[in-house]
């Protein structure tokens, strides 16, 4: 039974990737102070579709069910022995990123961590990355996406990447926050593809303005100004030439729609960085807009 009113929620499909992000989320819940609830989402369309394997077949699909039931709990009793813990386990039927957002929501999760493939090599790739995105997209509290193998425990750097969006910079108090308590470095990163020298002139004044933010608030930082025809792929190499853990990105609002999107650019980054993604919403942050603007 859960109980706890504070939850990381990390979806485990048993594989490799779901794994590592399973331990990955450990220092995140001492972090939060929160349970970790492990929770497997049964797409049964998917393996009908892809498999035949229920075929509108009831007493399959529930043993399937306990099967699942029976292997998440086995992972949930030994994770509480080696994280010292408490792990809650939950098993969902219906379409994967719906499922998640909507136990998140349930729940009032603080933090969604999910291994993911990305790539598009494979059917199989595609699913995963869609469904990554797509639960970004609509969840109602940040995610971090993980696509690497090897990751520390903590967190020393994380990169920040920035342009002239106002809802981009809502991305920093968060990562303020995340490098207070594991004393990490925050790396600032601007990227500009254009000679407009009014722009990068803004863009510039922009940077240091968040790098003085920053500072203020006691955390070590440092900031780069860099050309780019390709944003992903220059955020990544930085990442890893600094040997970064964590990467920052934020969730746009879409005004006509009134939902929530990644731009391709994140988008690229969530799929191919072999280091983490933490995607963070935009709220309305007055202080850091009135002392970047001012």
């Known amino acids: 039974m859960i109980t706890s009113s504070n939850h990381i929620l990390v979806p ?3 594989s490799e990737q779901s794994l590592i992000a399973l331990q990955q989320s450990f220092n995140l819940a001492r972090y939060h102070h929160s349970d970790i609830t492990l929770i497997n989402v049964i797409d049964s369309d998917f393996m009908q579709k892809f498999t035949g394997f229920f075929k509108g077949d009831d007493a399959n699909e529930n043993l399937y069910k306990s099967e699942i039931e029976t292997k998440l709990n086995v992972l949930a009793a030994q994770t509480a022995l080696d994280s010292g813990l408490q792990i809650n386990t939950m098993v969902r039927t219906g379409k994967i990123y719906e499922e998640l957002v909507q136990v998140a929501k349930d729940l009032n999760a603080v933090l969604i961590v999910m291994g993911t493939s990305g790539g ?3 059917i199989k790739k595609k699913f995963v990355g869609s ?3 797509r639960v970004i997209n609509e969840a109602h509290c940040p995610v971090i996406s993980i696509h690497g193998k090897t990751h520390r425990q903590g967190c020393k750097n994380i990169v920040l990447p920035l342009d002239l969006s106002i809802e981009s910079r809502d991305k920093v108090n968060k990562a303020i926050e995340i490098a207070k308590y594991f004393g990490s470095q925050i790396h600032i990163i601007s990227l500009f593809d254009t000679d407009d020298e009014f722009l990068k002139s803004k863009l510039t004044l922009q940077m240091h303005s968040v790098q003085q933010f920053v500072l203020d608030e006691g955390v070590e930082v440092s900031a780069k100004l860099v050309s780019s025809k390709d944003a992903s792929d220059t955020v990544i190499a930085y990442a890893q030439n600094i040997d ?4 920052v990105i934020i969730a746009q609002s879409d ?3 009134s939902g929530w999107f990644l731009g391709t650019e994140a988008h690229d980054i969530i799929n191919n960085s072999p280091i983490p993604v933490l995607s963070v919403r935009a709220n ?6 009135e002392y970047v603007l001012s």
Not at 284 to 289: A, P, S, T
């Open 255 to 257: 005004s006509e729609f």
């Open 120 to 122: 598009s090599d494979s």
């Open 12 to 14: 485990i499909d048993f």
């Open 131 to 133: 469904n990554a995105v």
């Open 244 to 247: 970064a853990d964590l990467i």
């Open 284 to 289: 309305d942050r007055k202080d850091l807009y």
